[in-house]
């Protein structure tokens, strides 16, 4: 039995309203994917207020690996709400807090002694880590990426690339922060070729020292293994452990961000693991709360306790709550092996979309780790022109078919996969269906108008 259910055009009355109330008291800045309004969710679907049913494409940017209301989570959120709700972990601490910790520091990747932190949000324990490798190398810089995206607190927005809507207009931002290239390789910086340009990208570090800043200067590289808002680009495998090698060599700390690639989103719990890679600090939140915030900051103990007491934390930092949900998450990812089934689901992805891509030029690029897969448009695929409006297109036509899809990239080009890890292969088929008429329906008209052209 189909999953999407449409009962009404959409969007339907009463989210009508509802945006309309919206557009009067919420400021235009908090921007809107779909004009959905949800009244309840279940693995990967979504019900909104006029009783349309959604298949979820986005979970929550990447929050829902584990799905909407997984029953383990909603079980240890009631088990938690019966005994406590905040105490604040500063004041009066609780064994779930530093279990978690311990989890943690045993599930990340490195065999070395670990430390763990938590906080609110992605932004917040990329603030926390750049603080704690300032601490521990008594040094400022921090060098970040083109097209990175780190979040949108004052710092991380120095971190992030993209600049509009995300800068623009928001300077000054904090000093010390310095940009190099991502190894992008579907639009080389260098336009050099994979694999005749020996990591060119990674190695040119060394050249980022000697003209940019020096490594006296540097605290740590943060990158995120795979891009997430910068459009879900997936560096080749050995490109993290030459740059790496780079930054050790001159003291200077590696950050993996795995903020939106972490919990079994790149078909492995961590991608750094897909890529062999032992950061000295990785930041992770989105996945790990099932669908509460939490964030947490890893990495080498010596490293982590460089701040003194009283130099980190936050009063919500590691609730209750969101701490019991991500046992359950957790514990979930033990029991199951959500691993295998991001690969199935990004495999078998892989196989429909290299199909389309023969048929539809709009296509520029099928890429992706995973389940972290994704869709570059482009006007022609000679030239590798973006092309957001094609994008805007498809995204509109999934959502009136029932199928909720967010883009990404530094030019809004990327259609991005982030669906529950738990949808079934009939919801993967029904919403790869609904892609695949929005791709053909948006490549016909681009043939109609270069036609009339
Ligand atoms: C890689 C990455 N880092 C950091 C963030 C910021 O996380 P948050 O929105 O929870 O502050 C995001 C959010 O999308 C992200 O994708």
Redo the contacts with the bound molecule.
């Keep these: 039995m189909a999953t999407i259910q449409l009962r009404t055009s959409v969007p339907g009355p009463k989210s009508k309203a509802f945006g309309e109330r919206r557009a009067v008291s919420v400021p235009r800045g908090l921007s809107h994917a779909t004009p959905v309004y949800v009244a309840r969710a279940e693995g990967a679907v979504v019900e909104d207020v006029d009783g349309n049913r959604f298949i979820d494409f986005a979970g929550g940017?990447?929050c829902l690996n584990m799905g909407h209301r997984s029953p383990g989570v909603v079980n240890a959120i009631r088990e938690q709400l019966d005994r406590f709700l905040h105490t604040c972990v500063q004041v009066t601490a609780y064994e779930s807090y530093v279990r978690l910790a311990e989890r943690l520091n045993a599930l990340t990747p490195g065999k070395f002694p670990k430390k763990t932190m938590f906080v609110n949000?992605?932004?917040?324990a990329?603030e926390n880590a750049v603080k704690i490798a300032r601490a521990y190398t008594k040094k400022p810089g921090i060098i970040a990426f083109e097209d990175a995206?780190?979040?949108?607190t004052m710092m991380?927005l120095a971190l992030t690339s993209k600049t509009h809507p995300y800068k623009a207009g928001f300077h000054p931002f904090p000093s010390e922060v310095y940009r190099i290239p991502y190894a992008y390789c579907y639009r080389c910086s260098y336009s050099l070729k994979y694999p005749s340009c020996d990591l060119f990208c990674a190695r040119h570090l060394e050249d980022t020292f000697k003209r940019v800043v020096a490594q006296e200067g540097v605290a740590a590289v943060i990158a995120?293994p795979v891009l997430?808002?910068g459009g879900f680009v997936a560096p080749p495998l050995d490109y993290f452990r030459t740059l790496i090698e780079i930054c050790h060599k001159h003291n200077v700390l590696f950050i993996a961000?795995e903020?939106?690639?972490g919990f079994g989103r790149t078909g492995a719990m961590f991608a750094s693991e897909r890529y062999g890679i032992e950061p000295d600090i990785i930041?992770t939140?989105?996945s790990l709360g099932g669908g509460l915030p939490i964030?947490g900051i890893t990495g080498r103990a010596e490293i982590m306790d460089a701040p003194g007491p009283g130099g980190l934390g936050g009063t919500f930092a590691g609730n209750p709550l969101s701490c019991a949900a991500a046992h359950a998450v957790l514990d979930m990812f033990e029991k199951e092996d959500l691993n295998s089934k991001a690969n199935e689901l990004g495999e078998h992805f892989q196989k429909r979309a290299r199909v389309w891509q023969k048929r539809w030029p709009i296509i520029g690029e099928v890429r992706g780790l995973g389940a972290m897969q994704a869709l570059e448009l482009v006007q022609y695929p000679e030239t590798r022109e973006p092309a957001p409006d094609i994008t805007k297109e498809v995204t509109q036509y999934c959502y009136e078919h029932g199928v909720i899809t967010i883009s990404a990239g530094t030019y809004g080009n990327i259609i991005r996969l982030l669906m529950p890890l738990v949808i079934t292969a009939d919801q993967m088929d029904e919403a790869l269906d609904v892609l695949e008429g929005a791709l053909k329906t948006a490549s016909e008209k681009r043939e109609v108008a270069t036609q009339t052209v």
């Design positions: 940017i990447g949000s992605g932004a917040e990329v995206f780190h979040g949108r991380t995120e997430g808002e961000d903020v939106q690639t930041v939140a989105k964030a």
